[in-house]
């Protein structure tokens, strides 16, 4: 068969005025544009799916203007094949770190700071976890036979461990769900006897109000031996909440309209009327966006960065490793917005037209991996615009109003009304553009279900004509930087008080970590007014509605003031 395939081949070679074209592979283009776009992302270190490469490859094929490409899974499955490709798990946390500052921390930073100190006072301090009772995720069943999935299991400790470079290790820290396990109790051990340190909480996770008296109970150990050790601890300590950024996005003019989505029945703030907005993730804050930046100017946001020495919220101070927290916690928002409508805040508007017809696949993508909203604005070349958005607000759920806590930054924008909006179904059931009083009244007349800090901004939201004006203000009111707001609540006699930073019994260091009991007191909201001068509360029913806003001095010129009301008005 060979013979005569060598014969075939050989007479339409010699065959005058034919030309003979060895047959290959249909689609090889675009196989090979895949190939190249899976290298140039392991490079970056960034992981690619089986899904994803399916993806990718349509949006190739239609960029290379081949036609009739469907990307089945058979064929993925044939390149990855032929490419030598398989699934792997992805193992260790090297690209974690970034080299040129792993690099300057070992050359530089680090000898400086340990110049004086023996091994015995240098120390580590790293933690690991892991989850108890896990059955494995495969197992082995004969051809046609089925087995029902469970959940994965959740239980877990976290470990702790605290060694110096000497050698020596002090007991670790771990940390569980029971105060007190059945097994110790029925051995009759004492932890320290058993050689380590035992804390709890109900995630087993290691929080602040679990370090502090480790670290305090360690120092003194330390005293007591006259150490005066270095220690060096790992990004280890979780914050009892999570981080997140808003967008509020206002239209036009007389009235001014905000666009406001409402959640779906699942998942945190059911059924509420919210912003387009969402969590941060890691991506968000990756330095790869400092190069995609520097494409289309130098200074970076510069009309964006907080000036120095203006008021700055914990989550806004810059962290090593990151890109400058409010331009990470822009692109948080700018993502999150273009994950829940379909609406995209990005620059040079020009390279915008030709995405139009690849939004929906884009989007899915960012949907199911954060990381892929940077390949889209490098795919594209395109930035996300940062100038655009005006920080206005931070807020954080006090300690008592839920079991899922948020710190949320709130940027402001000018929109356009008249602009698509397409919600994500999964997450939203719908949105409306409506002035911010349409808004306050549809709460107040209990038709719609909305959150404390979307009441209370939109009644700041109020004091504005139009979205221009708006944003004019915000970007002047900028410079002032942003605070924290955290409302103290208090439960009393017919309902709640929350109190708001300015309020004369504010407490001058409230407990944001959630280590002191809930406020009660035995009066009516009306005896805690009682001889209070400077008032910025809302107080709130027993079935915790806002029945009254009282504020009676002015925030300016570092905010525009929020506009008081009343059930009644």
């Known amino acids: 068969m060979n013979k005569q395939r060598e014969k075939i081949l050989a007479l339409l070679e010699n065959t005058p005025g034919k030309s003979f074209v060895s047959r290959k592979r249909k689609f090889d283009i675009v196989a090979n544009a895949a190939i190249k776009y899976h290298e140039d992302s392991v490079q970056k270190g960034l992981p690619v799916s089986f899904t994803d490469l399916q993806e990718e490859s349509k949006l190739l094929a239609n960029n290379l203007k081949v036609q009739n490409f469907c990307g089945s899974a058979g064929w993925v499955a044939n390149?990855?094949?032929?490419?030598?490709?398989q699934t792997v798990g992805l193992q260790g946390e090297e690209m974690g770190s970034d080299p040129e500052i792993s690099e300057k921390w070992i050359?530089?930073?680090?000898?400086?700071?340990?110049?004086?100190?023996?091994?015995?006072?240098?120390?580590?301090?790293?933690?690991?976890?892991?989850?108890?009772?896990?059955t494995p995720r495969k197992t082995l069943l004969k051809v046609g036979q089925r087995i029902k999935g469970s959940k994965k299991a959740t239980e877990r400790i976290s470990v702790i461990f605290y060694c110096s470079s000497s050698g020596e290790k002090i007991p670790p820290l771990i940390i569980g769900r029971s105060k007190k396990p059945r097994a110790f109790t029925k051995a009759k051990l004492g932890f320290k006897k058993v050689g380590f340190t035992w804390a709890n909480n109900t995630k087993a996770w290691m929080t602040k109000a679990v370090f502090t008296p480790w670290l305090e109970e360690l120092n003194e150990r330390m005293e007591k031996q006259n150490h005066s050790p270095v220690s060096f601890s790992a990004n280890m300590v979780s914050l009892p909440w999570r981080e997140s950024a808003s967008l509020i996005i206002a239209a036009g003019r007389d009235p001014m309209k905000i666009l406001m989505l409402q959640r779906g029945a699942a998942g945190s703030f059911a059924k509420a009327r919210v912003f387009p907005g969402g969590v941060v993730e890691s991506h968000d804050f990756s330095e790869r966006w400092t190069h995609l930046f520097r494409r289309f100017f130098d200074n970076i946001g510069k009309a964006?960065?907080?000036?120095?020495?203006?008021?700055?919220?914990p989550c806004l101070v810059n962290r090593p490793g990151e890109i400058a927290r409010e331009i990470g916690m822009r692109i948080t928002a700018i993502r999150e917005t273009f994950e829940e409508t379909g609406i995209l805040f990005a620059q040079p508007a020009s390279s915008l037209l030709p995405i139009k017809t690849e939004v929906a696949s884009w989007r899915k993508r960012v949907l199911k991996d954060a990381a892929h909203f940077y390949d889209m604005c490098d795919h594209h070349s395109i930035y996300p615009d940062v100038d655009a958005l005006a920080i206005w607000s931070?807020?954080?759920?006090?300690?008592?109003?839920?079991?899922?806590?948020?710190?949320?930054?709130?940027?402001?924008?000018?929109?356009?009304?008249a602009v698509q909006v397409d919600v994500h179904r999964?997450?939203?059931?719908?949105?409306?553009?409506?002035?911010?009083?349409?808004?306050?009244?549809?709460?107040?007349?209990?038709?719609?279900?909305?959150?404390p800090p979307q009441i209370y901004e939109l009644s700041r939201l109020m004091q504005f004509e139009s979205a221009k004006d708006l944003?004019?203000?915000?970007?002047?009111?900028?410079?002032?930087?942003?605070?924290?707001?955290?409302?103290?609540?208090?439960?009393?006699?017919?309902?709640?008080?929350?109190?708001?930073p300015g309020d004369d019994s504010y407490p001058a260091e409230p407990d944001?970590?959630?280590?002191?009991?809930?406020?009660?007191?035995?009066?009516?909201?009306?005896?805690?007014?009682?001889?209070?001068?400077?008032?910025?509360?809302?107080?709130?029913?027993?079935?915790?509605?806002?029945?009254a806003f009282h504020f009676n001095f002015s925030?300016?010129?570092?905010?525009?003031?929020?506009?008081?009301?009343?059930?009644?008005?």
């Open 471 to 500: 944003l004019k203000f915000a970007v002047e009111r900028q410079k002032y930087g942003c605070d924290l707001t955290l409302p103290v609540r208090v439960r009393c006699s017919d309902g709640i008080v929350a109190i708001f």
């Open 512 to 547: 944001i970590y959630g280590k002191e009991p809930v406020l009660t007191s035995p009066k009516t909201a009306e005896e805690l007014r009682e001889g209070v001068i400077r008032l910025h509360r809302v107080e709130s029913d027993l079935r915790d509605v806002a029945r």
């Open 79 to 85: 390149v990855l094949k032929s490419n030598q490709l």
């Open 304 to 313: 964006s960065l907080i000036p120095e020495g203006a008021a700055r919220a």
């Open 394 to 417: 931070d807020w954080l759920t006090p300690i008592d109003l839920s079991s899922k806590r948020f710190d949320t930054v709130f940027f402001v924008a000018e929109g356009d009304d």
């Open 426 to 451: 999964d997450e939203m059931d719908m949105f409306e553009w409506s002035s911010p009083l349409q808004s306050l009244l549809a709460r107040m007349e209990r038709k719609v279900k909305m959150a």
């Open 555 to 569: 925030l300016e010129p570092q905010h525009c003031d929020p506009m008081p009301f009343n059930a009644q008005s």
């Open 107 to 134: 050359t530089e930073d680090s000898p400086e700071i340990l110049q004086g100190y023996k091994n015995a006072e240098i120390f580590k301090c790293d933690g690991t976890g892991s989850y108890l009772r896990s």
